[in-house]
């Protein structure tokens, strides 16, 4: 049997394994035990813009720069003997320019030494990048609301009352206008209404919440509402602890990912599962290089709907996108708000046979600073 410490992929029975790394579309790199790259696929070449011939050999801190995350990510993934996957990561490349990535990291061999590590550009829907750009949007949309309420419902109350006495004054098709007109401004002012949800949320009393309490709480209100015949599914972690949040929040936050669910699935043969896991190695780099927030505690939401079409997938989680007919737009871009209120990150893989959003959350002492 090969001896995984020896790690080689075009050496012998690892043939197959160096073929399937060169096919990847994601750069693979493997860094041996002295920090220097024994290995490389075409799309590491591509990223990096060099040769195998003048990578391979040389010392990863002769690629990258000395402070750079990624050779920090090495150690963590040696000294914790797991699999380490960073969001955010803000890389600098050697011809210069730079991205944000997410990158992962992996043990090769039983000794722990060398590791694997790949590096992902997700696409905008999902990149992780963006959740400061949702809070952004979020807090435009909050702007919105504020002027609404104060520009636009005091005028609508008056064309609704004014709509209401000329019901009583006319007849026939005339009526059906004046009623028209009263249903419309009513639309309208529920619209505003319902943009309250990206208002401050600050003060917010922030207490340790049991997640699947939370989860229960979301199966069962959805099934005496919207998804009364939905058939639900219970992966749930037991072991997993408190999550330090706001317990309304969080079940708002899942009650309209279920929902979304709900009106995605074939009512006959749908289905959504909630999943809970513990995620030791998942974290996100913190603006400005202010150290890292682990993420381990993730929720899943899964549903076998057709998947979300790939016009509306870039934009997702922005204001007034919508796949439905009637959708506001404003469920998602609620939710990428609270879960980044709450510290977390949600991301999403779709497809034609279902969606599963995740949502990564903190748990109580999570954030460390950044190693020198």
Request: glycine fraction near 10%; hydrophobic fraction near 40%; aromatic fraction near 6%.
């Amino acid at each position: 049997m090969p001896d995984n410490s020896e790690y080689s992929p075009g050496a012998g029975g690892y043939a197959e394994a160096d073929a399937i790394l060169a096919s990847m579309a994601f750069p693979v790199v493997v860094v041996d035990p002295s920090d220097e790259i024994s290995y490389l696929n075409g799309a590491a070449e591509q990223f990096f813009e060099r040769g195998a011939h003048r990578l391979i050999g040389h010392k990863l801190n002769k690629i990258l720069p000395s402070d750079s995350p990624v050779i920090d990510l090495v150690r963590n993934v040696r000294d914790g003997g797991i699999s380490i996957f960073e969001y955010g990561i803000d890389l600098e490349l050697p011809r210069g320019g730079g991205r944000s990535l997410m990158i992962s990291g992996s043990p090769v061999g039983l000794d722990g030494g060398s590791v694997t590590l790949s590096f992902h550009q997700q696409l905008a829907a999902r990149s992780l990048e963006r959740q400061h750009e949702y809070r952004q949007a979020a807090r435009s949309v909050t702007a919105m609301a504020s002027m609404l309420a104060h520009e636009v419902k005091n005028p609508l109350s008056g064309i609704r009352g004014a709509a209401q006495l000329l019901e009583r004054s006319v007849s026939g098709s005339d009526q059906s206008l004046a009623r028209l007109i009263q249903d419309e401004t009513d639309r309208v002012c529920g619209l505003v209404d319902r943009m309250d949800v990206f208002g401050d949320t600050d003060f917010l009393v922030r207490k340790p919440v049991n997640i699947h309490e939370v989860l229960q709480r979301v199966i069962d209100s959805a099934s005496v509402g919207f998804a009364q015949d939905v058939e639900f599914s219970k992966e749930f972690d037991p072991s997993l602890p408190p999550v330090p949040g706001n317990r309304d929040l969080l079940v708002q936050i899942f009650l309209n990912l279920v929902k979304n669910a709900s009106e995605a699935i074939n009512p006959e043969t749908g289905r959504i599962i909630l999943r809970t896991a513990f995620r030791r190695g998942v974290s996100l780099m913190l603006p400005g290089g202010e150290g890292r927030v682990h993420l381990p505690l993730c929720v899943s939401v899964i549903d076998n709907g057709p998947g979300i079409p790939d016009i509306v997938a870039g934009n997702l989680f922005d204001p007034f996108v919508s796949t439905k007919l009637n959708g506001t737009g404003l469920g998602l871009a609620f939710v990428a708000k609270a879960v980044d209120e709450h510290g977390g990150i949600i991301e999403f893989d779709t497809g034609p046979d279902g969606t599963e959003f995740r949502v990564f959350l903190p748990i109580g002492g999570t954030i460390e600073e950044t190693e020198e």
